[in-house]
């Protein structure tokens, strides 16, 4: 079992920054893929940024160059960086967590974390 917690979210005017935390029970560095992903208020669960155990980072196009996904292994922490915020980047900011057991990919959420992007 992998436990997930975000940290991070909040309140923020349109062009701030915020910078979200999720931090796992075990170290990332096993985990095969650590991602951020959305969802909006009558929207679909939507994936923002993944990053990869080997180091390789993918984003949804819509939001490449704004936010940045990284991690500190000592942590066991994976941040996403918001800049230049967006009313429209207003959602429920959830980690998710991927880990291979024998050939078996196991799925791992945690509770989400309040964006609100407002003025």
């Known amino acids: 079992q992998v436990r997930l917690g975000e940290s991070g979210g909040g309140l923020a005017q349109p062009g701030e920054s915020l910078r979200l935390s999720c931090e796992a029970s075990?170290?990332?560095?096993?985990?095969?893929?650590v991602s951020w992903y959305r969802q909006a208020p009558g929207k679909e669960r939507e994936l923002v940024a993944s990053?990869?155990?080997?180091?390789?980072?993918n984003y949804a196009d819509s939001l490449r160059g704004r936010f940045t996904i990284s991690r500190d292994n000592a942590l066991n922490s994976v941040y996403l960086e918001m800049n230049n915020l967006e009313p429209e980047d207003t959602a429920v900011y959830y980690c998710?967590?991927?880990?291979?057991?024998?050939?078996?990919?196991?799925?791992?959420w945690g509770q989400g974390t309040q964006v609100t992007v407002s003025s």
């Open positions: 998710n967590a991927k880990r291979y057991s024998g050939s078996h990919l196991e799925d791992y």
């Open positions: 075990t170290s990332i560095l096993s985990l095969y893929v």
């Open positions: 990053l990869f155990n080997h180091g390789m980072r």
